[in-house]
């Protein structure tokens, strides 16, 4: 039980990194946009961007990716919270 704080500690800054590292990944990804084998008037035009270098970025799928990486920050972030809590209790019960 005496490792049981250095343990918790590990755990915690382990998952505050990995929100970190999910976050970023989550800011920075982009999803270029590829035409559509069948282009109408409008076709597109809605979820097409452009980055600083030019290049066309489909908004939506980009969307949905960040989305995906929010999710497993969010889940990390839950996480790292969580172990805090515990080494606190494990603190002031000095178990």
Do not use: H
């Not at 343990?7 to 800011?27: G, R």
């Not at 008037?41 to 809605?46: R, W």
């Amino acid at each position: 039980m005496f490792y049981l704080k250095e343990i918790f500690t590990i755990l915690l800054c382990f998952f505050s990194a990995l929100s970190c590292w999910f976050w970023i990944k989550s800011a920075r990804v982009t999803v270029p946009y590829i035409e559509a084998a069948v282009e109408g008037p409008l076709s597109g035009a809605f979820k097409i961007s452009t980055d600083e270098g030019g290049s066309k970025i489909d908004v939506l799928a980009t969307g949905r990716e960040q989305n995906k990486w929010n999710k497993w920050a969010a889940a990390s972030a839950a996480l790292a919270a969580l172990f805090q809590v515990l080494q606190s209790i494990q603190s002031y019960f000095s178990i």
